[in-house]
């Protein structure tokens, strides 16, 4: 065989993302107040875009169509594809419902834009759309967090010496002395500060800001305790001594550094010029129905509707006289009647996924945590065809609110616990809001042990070796046997 240059001829095949494909997968993954944003520029990107009721698509002038064909991108949205390996997987016949008819309405549940009968949707405070600073924000909670007006201007104080990152870089002691104030008042106001959204803001270091969130989660245990005050040994990579230091072995470890990374470790950095989070606006809304089925609807006031702008359209098409001129507002039509459509896929979709979710948590959003039942995306996605990345996408920083409050989509997916009589899974949480009830019920003559909050979960269904329960009812804020029992002696008294 001779060696040297030659040219060979290859056919491949190849899937091309187009950049409306891209926009249309980042959608998936955004909030309604993300979206609210998002259709503000586009709004000012796109002339023929405007804000009204019902959407309207105009047809593009067939001579003037641009290259890409919008045609294209539906279906390869409609057949699941996205990345090579994550399809976005959306199917607008397989979830497009006609309420009248009945058609699709999974448990009795209606995914419609409004609720049943014309009623409104549950009044939800509304915080506002404009971009808050950091300060702000916090300042706009302190009012409802501290108990009087003392505490609550020395926690406006504090709030307004937070650095970008949300820490605090002066000392307690200095901020009590420019305000003549003493030092405890000072650490109750830092307190107050510590208490707000986001979690994790008024932290003097980053082991103190982790922290704060670790107790947020209900998993700040003595292991995690020590685990966050030697982050150094971390940084170092010292995994041997820290598992010693913690008294874990190798999957509580990787459990606890899984949860760590999960933290946010500069939580002022979501405000000011990065536009991220604000106070929680739920995105979804759920109220039960007389009927005994679920009224599922999007939030329409952080969620507004476009059209295309038919008459100032066809102004815009008599003044064209020139290819070039013509080319360019059938290319801005194309946007505008495929975002419209991309946007009301989304909403399907969400809506979809969230009825899922509601079926699969009915007894939660009946009877509360303790029905809470284990959930996988991959059991989600299953159940209503989808690829897992997609319901991934779809349940990231989206909110539901209901009668129990709101609550992050991303909540209603919990590891299971093994039934003691090899029945169906139960959820953890289901399992800390009994040790929680147990503990709270037990007479303050026989405080229950370990080995007695064993049996007892035993006794209810739940299969859970004692370190287990010691370790959730840590994560929970519960003492040991002897720190309850001082407790209750202590409360007896009083």
């Known amino acids: 065989m001779a060696l040297g240059p030659r040219l060979d001829i290859r056919q491949t095949q190849q899937l091309v993302m187009t950049p409306q494909l891209q926009q249309a997968i980042k959608l998936l993954a955004l909030s309604n107040l993300e979206i609210e944003t998002f259709i503000g520029e586009a709004l000012e990107a796109n002339p023929l875009l405007d804000i009204g009721g019902e959407a309207e698509t105009v047809a593009p002038d067939t001579e003037e169509s641009p290259a890409r064909e919008e045609g294209a991108v539906d279906r390869m949205i409609g057949e699941g594809q996205g990345e090579a390996d994550q399809p976005l997987d959306i199917d607008p016949a397989a979830i497009d419902r006609d309420r009248d008819t009945g058609d699709g309405s999974l448990f009795g549940t209606d995914t419609g834009g409004n609720f049943e009968g014309g009623g409104e949707a549950p009044q939800i405070e509304e915080h506002g759309g404009e971009e808050a600073s950091l300060v702000e924000h916090l300042v706009a909670q302190i009012g409802a967090a501290a108990p009087d007006e003392r505490l609550a201007f020395v926690a406006a104080h504090i709030a307004g010496l937070l650095d970008e990152a949300g820490y605090l870089p002066v000392p307690l002691r200095e901020v009590a002395n420019d305000l003549g104030v003493t030092l405890?008042?000072?650490?109750?106001?830092?307190?107050?500060?510590?208490?707000?959204?986001?979690?994790?803001?008024?932290?003097r270091g980053l082991s103190e800001c982790l922290a704060l969130q670790a107790k947020e989660a209900d998993r700040y245990d003595p292991c995690m305790a020590r685990l966050i005050d030697n982050l150094d040994l971390l940084a170092k990579g010292n995994i041997k001594q820290l598992k010693r230091i913690c008294s874990v072995d190798d999957e509580d470890f990787a459990d606890m550094m899984a949860e760590l990374r999960g933290y946010d470790p500069k939580?002022?950095?979501?405000?000011?010029?990065?536009?991220?989070?604000?106070?929680?606006?739920?995105?979804?809304?759920?109220?039960?129905?007389a009927d005994g089925g679920w009224d599922i609807a999007l939030n329409q006031a952080t969620l507004p509707r476009l059209v295309v702008n038919r008459s100032y359209y066809l102004e815009l098409r008599k003044a064209c006289d020139d290819k070039e001129a013509r080319s360019w507002l059938s290319e801005k039509l194309t946007d505008a009647n495929w975002l419209i459509k991309a946007l009301d896929q989304r909403q399907k979709t969400i809506l979809k996924v969230t009825a899922e979710i509601v079926k699969q948590q009915d007894g939660f959003f009946r009877h509360g945590v303790s029905e809470l039942r284990p959930?996988?995306?991959?059991?989600?996605?299953?159940?209503?065809?989808?690829?897992?990345?997609?319901?991934?996408?779809?349940?990231?920083?989206?909110?539901?609110?209901?009668?129990?409050?709101?609550?992050?989509?991303k909540y209603f997916f919990t590891s299971g616990i093994a039934s003691a009589d090899g029945g169906e899974a139960i959820s953890a949480e289901a399992v800390k809001a009994q040790i929680k009830a147990l503990t709270e019920a037990e007479d303050p003559k026989a405080i229950l042990s370990d080995d007695a909050l064993v049996e007892l979960l035993r006794q209810k269904g739940f299969d859970l070796a004692r370190r287990t329960v010691a370790k959730y009812r840590e994560a929970i804020g519960i003492g040991s046997s002897v720190q309850r029992r001082r407790q209750k002696a202590l409360e007896a008294v009083r």
């Not at 307190?191 to 986001?198: E, M, N």
């Not at 002022?268 to 929680?280: E, K, M, Q, V």
């Open 267 to 289: 939580p002022g950095l979501r405000f000011g010029n990065s536009g991220g989070n604000r106070a929680i606006v739920p995105d979804i809304l759920l109220r039960a129905r």
């Open 375 to 409: 959930l996988t995306l991959k059991a989600v996605a299953e159940a209503i065809d989808m690829h897992e990345s997609t319901v991934s996408r779809v349940t990231a920083n989206k909110y539901l609110h209901c009668e129990r409050g709101t609550f992050e989509l």
């Open 184 to 203: 405890a008042d000072a650490e109750a106001a830092l307190a107050v500060v510590q208490s707000l959204d986001p979690t994790g803001v008024g932290a």
